[in-house]
């Protein structure tokens, strides 16, 4: 069965060394989390958070909903 998980995009080696060191290493572990949660990671910087954005939405995915009040 081939796996179905999407590689996430090329970004900076400290915005995906920040994500992989949290877990993510494809779009559906991305989702798991909510943009402020990625954009706080040390390395991840605006044009990381905007590629990931849209390879998510590419795949109707997107990050989780942030359910602070």
Known sequence: ????RT???KTSNPATAAINL???YFLEDLAR???AEIAA?????????RIWKA????RG????SDSSP
Do not use: R, S
Not at 1 to 4: G, Y
Not at 41 to 49: F, W
Not at 55 to 58: M, N, Q, T
Not at 61 to 64: K, S, T
């Open 33 to 35: 989390f909510t943009e």
């Open 7 to 9: 590689p996430l995009p």
């Open 22 to 24: 949290a877990g993510v």
């Open 41 to 49: 990671l040390h390395g991840v910087g605006p044009k990381a958070i």
């Open 1 to 4: 069965m081939p796996d179905e």
């Open 61 to 64: 995915l997107a990050f989780a």
């Open 55 to 58: 390879a998510l939405a590419e």
